[in-house]
């Protein structure tokens, strides 16, 4: 948008106090998301239970010179205030007049009870560079959102995807009066939400107002609801309905419920196969609807396959953590019904866990009658065979009875934390499924595991935030493999990868078989590339369905006589490693017709082509780096011809997204990038610290000048000082080369020396006088001083610091 306060003003009705000239680009409503001033207006919003008014005294503070508010709150001089009867109203009209000042704009509107948010992004991907397409930021989709969202729109935009939530009876009156999109899609209809209609067919029918000037209606017709109301209301438009059942325009044929990859769907008669690695039914409804809006704006299905090649997974809402006693903790409190309730249920059957614990809470906010709503919740509950089921509230508890598992009632998340059971719960699955107002993250607290005396935290909302800082420069059609070889470069194994899982990576890479096989074994079913197969791992390469790297005739012949061998006769996927300038592994470019012969005569798959490039992080290395390029895309070029297929191509590790993001092919490869590690300084900005070694101090002493510290009495002190024995040494990870001087820790935020010789399993500190007991933290690296900065002490990498860790060294896997 791009208004004066003048015409905001006259197109909504509303008073002006101040400077009509001034201009207003965004408009903000939360005081604690202020990241800029310039062109920015702040509306007060006034709700039942908070007033925005009481934050404008921050805002102004804070450089905001336009507000809008129902109230003139301060006499501040230089403020233009646009006053106004009611805030939301007044969002509401000004979006709409925004939007009906770009006529051309096609737009796409999505309501439904689940599935919304992932619809609107999935469909984003697939368009955004096809097409300028402004969509919801989040899940804005409320009475307050869905008008910020339209406020987005400029001239250059092309397609429109925007979200309508509602809660409450009349509001999608008022939202459809605001915005009625030319395609409309209804995603599932559940019961979240439901509680303040009088009958799922009001809700049904309170959505659909959405769609009143719609031309193309797309809705999931396996609701019989759903595809009765939308056929009588809207007949005289073009109706879409997808889903499994045979009388849906677009339908699944077969595939979804098959140990493929492979779905094939039948679009009014159409057929045609993609794939997917993801086939819970949830996510294959949302991946038909997206299919639906693809077909409708013009998309031939060869551009469709490639799209869906290419999605990339939306954030979910459950977390995963490992807990204390062996246990793996899924937390999913931040929504309760009985949809995500089977969400989450599928969502914990990816783990291997053969025990399995529920803490559940009462469902609030739904329409149906406790007993028929618990009657269904302990059906749900009872398919999954927990060992042990913990219920919590007032009204769950009194149908203890339906359970079938073990079960024990508690009124609230206090009294089952104070009653010490959970602490009897070993090597178990824990999924906490609560209601937000029964604080289920103080039992989650309970059950993560606690900090020991020395540990190595990883960040585990650190580590996505780099890979999505890394992403923000790919497109979305873009793979991203992430590389867990060498124990997750120290971080910690199947720990990360199953993290990295969760959040649907496309590919792990490991350096040896063995690693692929302890990441197989404890429930990892994401691709695996081994990048160093040796020759005696071929059969477990291919009894744990790995991918094996292929970068010789040698290893080619060998892995091929182990598929022989164990009669595998499926087409088994490798990736292909090109040599071009590093002078380590890989085939030549004159090596490869002849490969290419070779391959079309094996039942092989390339999965992937792929090269390393040797002097990404390198600036004054860039033009090498560029003709290493240069010769994998000749050589790639050579091997699509000969093979009639395209595989997957990628030359770019963490350094290379940064410096060579315009040759990120189809995929790229995130390492060090991971941990916050970045050789170009404006995206090292972006990054943040994954991982913090730290300990404490065991021992305070007091020394006198002259007198020595550690082996072989390699330091004197000068002066009386205090000597700190801290609990990690050699044996842990830390090189003996920085003791005496060279190396520091920081104690209390001050760097303190390393003195004497590092033992093996403690080091000792100089530090001073500084006011510090035994048993205060010690950081060995975090942010001061940096892993960058250890590294240095140590003479090496960042790489070589964190894969010496010792695995004594206990891993903490922390999630804010």
């Known amino acids: ?47 039942s239970q908070n007033s925005g008014e009481k934050y404008i005294p921050e805002v102004l503070e804070r450089g905001i010179r336009i507000i809008i508010s129902e109230n003139k709150a301060s006499d501040e001089e230089g403020i233009t205030w646009i006053l106004v009867e009611n805030s939301v109203r007044f969002l509401q009209k000004l979006a709409k007049y925004h939007l009906a000042s770009f006529p051309t704009l096609k737009t796409i509107g999505i309501t439904g009870s689940n599935g919304k948010t992932i619809v609107k992004e999935w469909l984003y991907q697939c368009i955004f560079n096809l097409y300028d397409t402004v969509k919801s930021p ?53 019961t ?63 595939g979804w419920d098959q140990f493929t990859h492979e779905i094939t769907v039948s679009y009014f008669g ?103 709503l618990y009657q269904e919740v302990a059906a749900l509950v009872n398919e999954q065979r927990f060992d042990r089921v913990y219920l919590i509230g007032s009204e769950i508890t009194q149908y203890q009875a339906l359970f079938e598992a073990s079960s024990f009632v508690y009124r609230d998340a206090a009294e089952l934390t104070e009653s010490q059971t959970l602490s009897h719960i070993e090597d178990s699955l824990i999924l906490l499924k609560g209601a937000r107002k029964f604080a289920i993250e103080k039992i989650k607290n309970l059950l993560e595991l606690q900090k020991h005396d020395t540990v190595l935290e990883v960040h585990l909302n650190a580590l996505l935030h780099n890979i999505n800082v890394h992403k923000a420069l790919l497109k979305p059609e873009t793979k991203m493999m992430a590389m867990v070889k060498a124990y997750s470069y120290g971080l910690g194994g199947y720990e990360i990868a199953e993290f990295l899982q969760h959040r649907h990576i496309d590919y792990l890479g490991v350096a040896y078989a063995d690693e692929g096989m302890d990441l197989r074994k404890n429930g990892i079913t994401t691709p695996i590339i081994v990048m160093n197969p040796e020759q005696h791992s071929y059969n477990a390469i291919i009894e744990y369905n790995l991918e094996p790297e292929i970068y010789s005739f040698r290893v080619l012949d060998l892995f ?13 996927p490798i990736h292909i490693k090109l040599e071009t300038g590093m002078h380590r592994l890989g085939f030549k470019s004159e090596e490869l017709v002849l490969l290419a012969e070779k391959l079309k005569s094996m039942n092989l798959k390339v999965a992937s082509i792929f090269s390393h490039l040797s002097t990404s992080d390198m600036s004054d290395e860039r033009e090498y780096a560029l003709s290493q390029i240069e010769t994998f895309s000749r050589n790639t070029e050579v091997m699509i011809k000969a093979l009639g297929y395209r595989p997957i191509l ?35 900005k972006q990054l943040r610290n994954a991982v913090v070694f730290k300990t404490v101090i065991s021992q ?83 942010s001061k001083p940096t892993l960058e900065q250890f590294a240095d002490y140590c003479a090496t990498i960042p790489y070589e610091v964190l894969t010496s860790i010792s695995r004594r060294v206990k891993r903490i896997y922390i999630k804010n």
């Open 1 to 47: 948008m791009n208004y004066t306060a003048a015409q905001i003003a006259e197109i909504t009705g509303s008073a002006l106090v101040g400077d009509g000239s001034a201009v207003v680009k965004y408009i903000s409503f939360d005081s604690r998301n202020l990241f800029a001033v310039q062109d920015r207006a702040f509306i007060a919003i006034n709700t």
């Open 138 to 190: 989040k899940s804005f989709n409320s009475q307050i959102g869905l008008p910020l969202s339209l406020l987005q729109i400029g001239h250059k935009n092309e397609f429109g995807v925007f979200e309508a939530g509602i809660s409450q009876p009349g509001e999608m009156s008022v939202l459809s009066d605001i915005f009625s999109p030319q395609i409309g899609i209804l995603t599932h209809i559940g």
């Open 192 to 254: 979240a939400h439901s509680a303040n209609f009088g009958s799922e067919e009001e809700l049904i029918s309170e959505k659909l107002k959405l769609f009143k000037n719609s031309q193309i209606i797309i809705f999931n017709g396996d609701h019989p609801g759903v595809y009765d109301a939308v056929w009588q209301k809207y007949n005289d438009r073009k109706l879409i309905s997808y889903g499994f059942g045979a009388q849906n325009a677009l339908s699944v044929v077969s």
């Open 270 to 372: 159409e057929e045609f196969t993609f794939g997917l690695s993801q086939k819970d039914e949830a996510t294959l409804q949302n991946v038909l609807a997206l299919v639906a809006v693809l077909k409708e704006i013009g998309l031939p299905n060869e551009e469709i396959i490639r799209k869906l090649k290419g999605l990339k997974a939306v954030e979910m809402r459950l977390e995963s953590v490992h807990g204390v006693r062996g246990n793996l903790v899924v937390n999913d409190s931040f929504n309760l019904d009985i949809d995500s309730l089977k969400i989450a249920f599928q969502f914990i059957k990816e783990y291997k866990k053969e025990k399995k614990v529920l803490i559940l809470t009462d469902i609030i906010d739904v329409r149906e009658s406790p007993e028929t």
């Open 560 to 572: 091929w006589n182990a598929l022989n061998e164990l009669g595998v006769d499926k087409q088994y």
């Open 650 to 684: 990628h030359i770019l590790n963490s350094a290379g997204i940064t410096s060579f993001t315009e040759y990120q092919f189809d995929m790229v490869r995130i390492g060090i990038g991971m941990v916050g590690i970045s050789a170009e300084p404006k995206v090292k």
């Open 700 to 782: 305070i002493s007091h020394v006198k000048a002259g007198d020595s510290v550690g082996y072989s009495r390699r330091h004197r002190v000068e002066k009386d000082t205090r000597i700190a024995t801290v609990p990690v040494g050699y044996a842990d990870g830390i090189p003996r080369m920085i003791g005496n001087g060279r190396g520091h820790v920081s104690v209390k935020g001050t760097l303190c020396p390393i003195v004497g010789n590092i033992c093996m399993d403690m080091l000792m500190v100089d530090i001073g006088m500084l006011e510090v007991q035994e048993g205060s933290e010690v950081i060995i690296f975090n």
